[in-house]
């Protein structure tokens, strides 16, 4: 069954680091999303990208963070200057359609900003 | 915009029916969904109810929906241990198809 994978599953950096999360959606799929999830707290929404450009993104998704789909796989999220409230699993997920319930999520990278 | 909640923890013994729920604010949405998280692993769509139905039934999966008091549940007969997880509510807000989600519910199941 195809999935979505993610790496690393773990990262961690120091602050005011620079951080890329990849993710590879599954191949037929048009709509991609990163969400995060901080220890403890609720699964947030960041932001939506499709046909190469957002779609839809949350007031978490401020100009510390950029996505990009580099080629026809990948699909990456950017952390400029990593803060230590950034530390948090983030999960890629992708989806056929725009809506309908079938957003399939990745295994998640946790990041950790010391 | 959509808060959903639910409660954090529940306990029930391998056998036994569990009953997840969930309350959320904005009731516009077309599909409620319940996802599935196991260890290590991603958020997996366990199953999902439109908005005009009030229940649904999949195997041993039993969804209910009474959107008057904007009260959502997941129904698991005959609980196994495999079934241990965090069981996550998710809820579009109004005119988004964005799915707000609630803290997760971990279900533990003992022998």
């Known amino acids: 069954e195809p999935e979505v994978t993610q790496t690393p599953s773990h990262q961690v950096t120091q602050m005011g680091q620079e951080v890329i999360l990849r993710c590879v959606p599954i191949s037929n799929h048009l709509y991609f999303y990163w969400y995060r999830q901080i220890l403890g707290q609720k699964v947030e929404f960041l932001v939506s990208f499709y046909n190469n450009e957002i779609s839809e993104k949350s007031e978490i998704f401020d100009d510390q963070f950029s996505v990009e789909r580099p080629d026809g796989s990948n699909f990456t999220l950017k952390i400029r200057s990593t803060k230590l409230e950034d530390s948090a699993m983030y999960f890629c997920a992708s989806s056929e359609y725009r809506e309908g319930p079938e957003q399939y999520f990745g295994p998640g990278t946790r990041l950790t900003v010391t | 915009g959509e808060d959903v909640e639910q409660s954090l923890f529940l306990s029930v013994r391998e056998g036994d029916s569990s009953v997840i729920n969930c309350t959320y604010t904005?009731?516009?949405?077309?599909?409620l969904y319940w996802y599935k998280q196991e260890p290590g692993a991603g958020l997996q769509l366990l199953t999902y109810i439109f908005s005009n139905m009030d229940m649904k039934q999949d195997q041993r999966l039993t969804v209910l929906l009474n959107k008057k008091d904007k009260h959502l549940s997941l129904r698991i007969a005959d609980t196994q241990t495999g079934d241990s997880a965090i069981y996550f509510c998710?809820?579009?807000?109004?005119?988004?198809?964005?799915?707000?989600f609630g803290r997760g519910t971990s279900l533990i199941v003992h022998p």
């Open positions: 904005d009731s516009s949405s077309t599909y």
């Open positions: 998710a809820v579009p807000s109004g005119g988004s198809y964005i799915p707000t």
